[in-house]
């Protein structure tokens, strides 16, 4: 089944520690991007990437690093310098940047939490 | 410049009677609309889209939204709720030329189903 897996499902840290979380696909989309869910706010945008070895900030990248290497995979490093990393992430991807209608497809998301 | 506004953050009706989520959306351009879902501590769903159509969309599970543009509005709404129709719902609106990364998401209704 084509479909975006995120891991780990549930992480800890330790303030101070960076953690990487993890975003693969297989359903040969062009674009992706990383969210984050805070209790009774939408989602907002961390970063994106239209195409391979290419990224973009979005609204909140601040704290947050990420690489596009290959065309499958996104992950995400949340630093030391995040000051609030508490939160409920979600990866996403689309067909492309333009094509289509604009349709996310997500990942059953990686719940931090910094201890 | 766009918004998306939730006019309620948790809605409660019993099985078996309507659903009536509330979305208004404010865009500088022709907007694509969206309706995801979210069951707890799951990714998103798509549930149906606008995208310059039929002002009617149907979408899966039995709901269904109707774009007013007189009243910027995007409504979703099911005749008969089902007790596995509880969670988070998101409006999400984009320009209809715009990429995916120029989504706004709406925080959120939280839908509940009693028996």
């Known amino acids: 089944d084509g479909g975006i897996t995120q891991s780990p499902k549930y992480l800890f840290r330790k303030e101070g520690q960076n953690v990487t979380l993890s975003c693969e696909q297989n359903l040969n989309h062009d674009a992706m991007y990383w969210y984050r869910q805070d209790p009774g706010q939408g989602l907002r945008l961390i970063y994106y990437?239209?195409?391979?070895?290419?990224?973009q900030k979005g609204d909140i990248a601040e704290g947050y690093s990420v690489s596009r290497e290959k065309k499958e995979s996104f992950p995400l490093t949340v630093t030391s310098a995040q000051k609030n990393p508490t939160a409920f992430y979600l990866c996403a991807s689309s067909i492309t940047p333009r094509g289509g209608t604009g349709e996310l497809f997500f990942g059953e998301g990686s719940r931090l939490t910094v201890l | 410049a766009q918004s998306v506004t939730q006019l309620d953050s948790h809605v409660s009706v019993s099985e078996g009677t309507p659903v009536l989520l509330r979305c208004n959306y404010s865009s500088s351009y022709s907007p694509s609309l969206f309706w995801y879902v979210q069951h707890p501590n799951k990714g998103l769903q798509l549930l149906l889209k606008y995208t310059s159509a039929a002002t009617l969309v149907k979408g899966i599970n039995g709901f269904e939204a109707e774009f007013k543009k007189s009243e910027t509005s995007f409504h979703l709404t099911k005749p008969s709720a089902h007790m596995s129709d509880a969670a988070e719902y998101f409006c999400?609106?984009?320009?209809?030329?715009?990429?995916?990364?120029?989504?706004?998401f709406g925080t959120g209704t939280r839908l509940q189903v009693t028996l």
């Open positions: 990437s239209q195409i391979v070895n290419d990224f």
């Open positions: 999400v609106v984009r320009p209809t030329t715009g990429t995916a990364s120029k989504l706004t």
